[in-house]
Nanobody, 124 residues
Framework: VQLQASGGGLVQAGGSLRLSCATS????????MGWFRQAPGKEREFIAA????????IYAESVKDRFTISRVNAKNTVYLQMNSLKPEDTAVYYC??????????????????WGQGTLVTVSS
């Protein structure tokens, strides 16, 4: 299984970006999916996760009401819509897939596959 994250870039504070994560393989609809981020000098941080049907989602408190995770199983893709971006959102963002869990998970150890990351930089 390969995951390809895209959509990162440079944006001003208050702006928006949409990240995409395209996943290879036929079993995407059975994977719980998540987004994490890692800022320089910091540990990887959970951001959002979504279950296989797309109706169950969980978010970190730091991004709740600003970020939205969604998925289109027919396209093998999960998205992260990021609004009202802040400089502290600057990080490399990673998508992840879990073949062990149908639900979204906040623990990175619950995920089996990881994308390469896409850099998001928010200027003040």
């Amino acid at each position: 299984v390969q995951l390809q994250a895209s959509g990162g870039g440079l944006v001003q504070a208050g702006g928006s970006l949409r990240l995409s994560c395209a996943t290879s393989g036929r079993a995407f609809s059975t994977y719980g999916m998540g987004w994490f981020r890692q800022a320089p000098g910091k540990e990887r941080e959970f951001i959002a996760a979504i279950g296989v049907s797309g109706t169950s989602t969980i978010y970190a408190e730091s991004v709740k009401d600003r970020f939205t995770i969604s998925r289109v199983n027919a396209k093998n893709t999960v998205y992260l819509q990021m609004n009202s971006l802040k400089p502290e959102d600057t990080a490399v963002y990673y998508c992840a897939a879990s073949e062990r869990y149908y639900s979204g998970r906040s623990d990175p150890s619950d995920y089996d596959y990881w994308g390469q990351g896409t850099l998001v930089t928010v200027s003040s």
